[in-house]
């Protein structure tokens, strides 16, 4: 059974820092890219970056790199989403997601809100 | 970037009608394309992959179809649990995109 266990959202002032982790159980965790995707209150879905199954290779989307760092921890099973500098566009659920091309299986995901 | 068009935007369908959703993309992906379903308050699930390759646990009435530019998701005789918002997600070519979605309400 695929399971993820998601943390770290919450309430931010703009230009704060939040660290989202995302641990996953159930298929082959070093064997798999990964991905975060997030989702505006009420609105669709956007893709934010994916790592590599070794977490050389990182991409980002135009709207948060420079701002956001992707990294994996596979003795952990986990990925993580460093999000700096955040803005009030940032407000939105974030997903973990298991694979880059098509996604598999994805997290419940984790609130994010930027207000002051 | 590769822009996804869904339509329709919205619809209100009843049970055991036929459903046929649309995804554009604004330049040749091949078959690199998937859709989801999202239930309110849950995360996606993927329901079709690569345009047209069915997922174990998918029930048989959602098919795809199409490559290039033109692709369609069809909900064989629509039952009251496939309200949703269904989208297509593209992974040719950086950065992905997902189409905007569309609403399926079950009259």
């Known amino acids: 059974q695929v399971q993820f266990v998601e943390s770290g959202g919450g309430l931010v002032k703009p230009g704060g820092s939040l660290r989202l982790s995302c641990a996953v159980f159930?298929?082959?965790?070093?064997?798999?890219?990964m991905s975060w995707i997030r989702q505006a209150p009420g609105k669709g879905l956007q893709w934010i970056s994916y790592i590599s199954r070794s977490g050389d290779d990182i991409y980002y989307a135009d709207s948060v790199r420079g701002r956001f760092t992707m990294s994996r921890d596979n003795t952990k099973n986990s990925v993580y989403l460093q999000m700096n500098s955040l803005r009030p566009e940032d407000t939105a659920v974030y997903f973990c997601?298991?694979?880059?091309?098509?996604?598999?299986?994805w997290g419940r995901g984790i609130l994010v809100t930027v207000s002051s | 970037e590769i822009v996804l068009t869904q339509s329709p935007d919205f619809q209100s369908v009843t049970p055991k009608e036929k459903v046929t959703i649309t995804c554009r993309a604004s330049q040749s992906i091949d078959s690199a394309l998937h859709w989801y379903q999202q239930k309110p308050d849950q995360s996606p699930k993927l329901l079709i992959k690569y345009a047209s390759q069915s997922l174990s646990g998918v029930p048989s009435r959602f098919s795809g179809s199409g490559s290039g530019t033109d692709f369609t998701l069809t909900i064989n005789s629509l039952e009251a649990e496939d309200a949703a918002t269904y989208y297509c997600?593209?992974?040719?070519?950086?950065?992905?995109?997902f189409g905007q979605g569309t609403r399926l309400d079950i009259k």
């Open positions: 997601a298991q694979g880059h091309l098509n996604l598999n299986h």
């Open positions: 159930g298929f082959p965790f070093s064997d798999s890219y």
């Open positions: 997600h593209q992974s040719s070519t950086l950065p992905i995109t």
